[in-house]
């Protein structure tokens, strides 16, 4: 019954994008995985006697408490190019120290997803020249588990990732046929509402089939230099030991 559910979604997908006119405004939260940062926090403390890092270690597991309550991410979808990014933190000031390097680096990200091209890029800057780094297709397997997101019948899908050797998985909605989601999260038949990763989940909290002019100025492909992920890496790599020499 869930695998003809699941084709009768990706029938009606072929038909149902135009009734969105083709565009999508996706809001997403961040739900903390507290039982893992638990165990890493446990695992870090462990290996560490010094009375320093294990403070440091303990503003950073607090950190996620203000991770839940201040980072929210957006995802912009128009004519084949969708871009996803954090939105700007609004940090008071009482936060500050090793929890305010904490929020101001969490998953900051910037994403564009060339959707007939088949190419997404994360958008980064390194010695004062911007890089568009090419990432490479995430590998999927689409299983028949359901839940419902935000009264959206959901599938979960387990994606691998090549350059980084890492699996996760995704939660997504044939019912919703955008065939995007979070950073390089696309090529599913319909819209990613939840991204898991090891600590945190990036979860949808909105949706909306429609662009204000200033969302839609953001959906361009970034100017910088085209490079893949493996020589990224390795420019870092050398970056990093010129200067312990």
Known sequence: MRVNIFFFFLVINCFSQTIYNNQI????????????????????????????????????TAAYVDVERLVKFKLLYNQNQ??????DLMLTDDIKGTKKIFLDNFHSYFFYVDIA????????????IN?????????????????????????KANGFNKIQNKNFSVWF???????????????LPG????????TYSIVCDKVEFNLTEENLKKI??????????????????????????
Do not use: H
């Open 25 to 60: 405004n996706v809001s997403y939260k961040v739900i903390p995985n507290a039982i893992e940062i638990q165990n890493i926090e446990k695992d870090l403390k462990s290996k560490s006697n010094n009375e320093t890092n294990i403070n440091i270690i303990n503003q950073m």
């Open 117 to 128: 091209n088949e190419e997404s890029y994360r958008v980064t800057s390194f010695r004062g």
């Open 131 to 155: 890089y568009l780094v090419l990432q490479n297709k995430i590998e999927w397997e689409i299983t028949t588990e359901e839940k419902i997101i935000n009264d959206f019948v959901c599938l």
């Open 191 to 198: 819209l990613v509402l939840e991204y898991n990763l090891i």
């Open 220 to 245: 361009i492909k970034p100017k910088g230099e085209v490079i893949s992920q493996e020589n990224f890496d390795e420019l870092i790599r050398k970056a990093r030991n010129s200067f312990k020499n």
């Open 82 to 87: 969708s871009v996803f990014y954090r939105e």
């Open 173 to 187: 909605s044939p019912q919703i046929p955008f065939n995007i989601g979070p950073d390089m999260c696309y090529d």
